[in-house]
Structures are given as structure tokens and as C-alpha cells.
């Protein structure tokens, strides 16, 4: 399911050959692209699909998505265009109610919407929207997230896997009732707005000393760190018991049998990680956990290549290839 891997996107992408005015093109890995506007500020795009996911917040979603991304980047959101495309016999209903929750996130943000596409196709079975945010950065504020360096600690922002708790506690209201309790179903499905790293993503863009980021969607931890690991050419050590897991991931993880790599390559929108000096390490964990966001340390990159998880006081190979089980969850029937 989603992503193709490393070399796929390699091969696909070979033919594209940018102009001098772009600065970052598409590469696997890196989530947006950037361009040169003007002598003072970058431009900032990125695109991303949105499918299977709670219908009432569909729409909040497709914008937050491509958003989070742009964010990551150190950019504001200000423009966005949306596809939304459906089964055939798809009533358009169902377009200006997702239309309307877009409009109301793009409102939050600050975003105008300013073109798309709109249609029922046969060749689709379900319903898909795409979104596609641009943003603008001041050329001195720009991050990327292959600027990683060694020594840099790895700053991890939000539980892990909450976006798939949270869709589960929505969609499945009586399977997560029972397997988590009433009231910390209820606190789950209330957590929707945390699959959105905007926020958090702006306020570390405005700290010294933070390098790169990237999110942790589609593929979880295992493929963002190799992701931002070959960007940036460097190695980096993990420890497992720092890892952010809330305890409703630990039954669920009992309750679906999945093992650490799947628990690993989770999809947790709104989860990120950001490669940040050591010297500004306390000032930016005390600006996060004065503003109410779960942040941790986990490890740091290094020079040396390789890639290490630290588990139960024994150095590892960390996955190279990530097993996200959001299909198993969600489709297994």
C-alpha cells in the first residue's frame, strides 16, 4: 500500500530536469519542493492524497496534510488547490460537505483556495481528494530535511501512531470502546486535530538550532528516519524505550498482533522529527512542554553511516524497510 520505495521513485523522477530556480526537486523522501521566488523569500509546494479516512473530517484532513509539509519547511501555508474525485453515481452532496470542512481548516490556517477539480470517474472505487499547498518562506528561515548534521539529537514531537488510534476510535466506535474503555475512546476520538504538525512545525521553525525535519506519516518512524538519514548522508542511533507510545497503542498492538516493525512503521500524521543542536536542547523542549506538546529525545545522528536501534540495552540494526499495517488494521475485514 502507498509509497513506492526508494529506487522506484529514483527511476521515476530521473527525467525531470528543474531550472535554476529550483532549489529542491523532487526527490524520495522530501515531501515538498522549493523555488526560488524572489532575492528575499523561497516558495514552498507540496501534494498529498487523502483516502480512507473518517468522512466528517475528510476535508480537514486533504488540507492539513499537504500543509503539515509545507510547514515543515519553515514555510507559512498561504494558497491551495483540491481534486476531489469519485465512484461514478457519487452524489455532489458529498463534495460540498467535504468542500466545506477543507474551507473551514483552510480558513484556520490562513489559506485560500484558489483552484481544482471536481468529477465522478468508473475507474475509481472509492473517494479520493488531493490536495496541493503553497507556501512562502523568507530565504534565512528556509529548512529542509536533509540538513541534518552529526551530533544533532533526534527530537521526537507526538506519540507515536495516534492518527491511526484516533481513525480507529472513530470508525470502529464499538471495537474501540471495548478494547480501550469508554472514556479513553471518547479522549481518542476527540484527538483529530493532532494529526496536523502545522503548529508544531512553525513554532520549532522559529528555534534556533533546529536543522530538518520531517513528519512521520505513511510508512512511520522506520521510514522517516532512513528517509531524513539519506538526505542528509549521515547515520544516526535510536533508543527504543524513549520511543512516545501511548498505552492504547500497546493494546492495540496486542489486540492486531503486530510486531515492533509494524508498531515502528506505523502512519502517524501529525508526528514528527526534527534533527536539533544539542546546545539549544533544553529551550526547545521547554518552549514544547509549555505549550502542552509531548516532545522527547531518542537518540542522535552520527557520522558514521550506519543506523542503530538500542533495544533493551542491545545495539541493533535499525529496519531499513518499513511494514505499515494501516491495510491489515483497517481492511482486514
Avoid at 494558497?79 to 476531489?84: E, G, M, R, T
Avoid at 470502546?177 to 476527540?190: P, Q, S, T
Avoid at 484527538?191 to 522559529?206: I, T
Avoid at 500497546?250 to 509494524?262: A, T
Wanted: glycine share 8%; aromatic share 8%.
Amino acid at each position: 500500500m502507498g509509497k513506492l520505495n526508494y529506487n522506484e521513485i529514483s527511476e521515476i523522477v530521473k527525467c525531470i530536469k528543474p531550472s535554476s530556480k529550483v532549489l529542491v526537486p523532487p526527490l524520495p523522501g522530501c515531501d515538498a519542493g522549493v523555488y526560488k521566488v524572489d532575492n528575499d523569500y523561497y516558495g514552498v509546494i507540496s501534494t498529498d492524497p487523502c483516502a480512507g479516512v473518517p468522512q466528517d473530517w475528510f476535508g480537514w484532513l486533504l488540507i492539513n496534510y499537504s500543509s503539515s509539509d509545507v510547514a515543515l519547511f519553515g514555510a507559512q501555508p498561504k494558497l491551495a488547490a483540491i481534486d476531489l474525485l469519485g465512484p461514478e453515481g457519487t452524489d455532489y452532496k458529498v463534495y460540498k460537505r467535504i468542500m466545506s470542512q477543507a474551507c473551514k481548516a483552510a480558513k484556520e490556517l490562513k489559506i485560500d483556495i484558489i483552484s481544482g477539480h471536481t468529477g465522478n470517474y468508473p475507474v475509481i472505487s472509492q473517494l479520493v481528494g488531493i490536495c496541493t499547498v503553497e507556501g512562502f518562506v523568507k530565504k534565512n528561515k528556509l529548512i529542509t530535511p536533509m540538513a541534518s548534521r552529526p551530533g544533532d539529537l533526534i527530537l521526537l514531537v507526538k506519540p507515536l501512531g495516534l492518527e491511526i488510534l484516533t481513525n480507529f476510535a472513530i470508525t470502529n466506535y464499538e471495537k474501540s470502546n471495548a478494547l480501550f474503555g469508554f472514556k479513553n475512546a471518547k479522549n481518542l476520538r476527540a484527538m483529530v486535530r493532532h494529526q496536523s504538525c502545522v503548529n508544531e512545525a512553525l513554532l520549532l521553525a522559529d528555534c534556533k538550532g533546529v536543522h530538518a525535519m520531517h513528519d512521520i506519516a505513511e510508512g512511520g518512524l522506520i521510514l522517516a528516519l532512513n528517509e531524513m538519514a539519506n538526505l542528509s548522508h549521515n547515520g544516526f542511533e535510536v533508543v527504543y524505550d524513549k520511543f512516545v507510545i501511548k498505552e492504547e497503542m500497546k493494546r492495540f498492538q496486542e489486540s492486531f498482533n503486530l510486531n515492533m516493525i509494524e508498531l515502528l512503521s506505523i502512519s502517524s500524521s501529525g508526528c514528527l522529527i526534527a534533527s536539533i543542536s544539542p546546545d539549544r536542547k533544553e529551550e526547545i523542549v521547554k518552549m514544547l512542554t509549555k505549550k502542552g506538546i509531548i516532545n522527547r529525545i531518542i537518540g542522535k545522528f552520527t557520522q558514521e553511516k550506519k543506523r542503530f536501534l538500542i533495544l533493551r540495552n542491545r545495539k541493533v540494526g535499525f529496519p531499513i524497510n518499513a511494514k505499515d499495517p494501516y491495510t491489515k488494521i483497517f481492511y482486514s475485514g
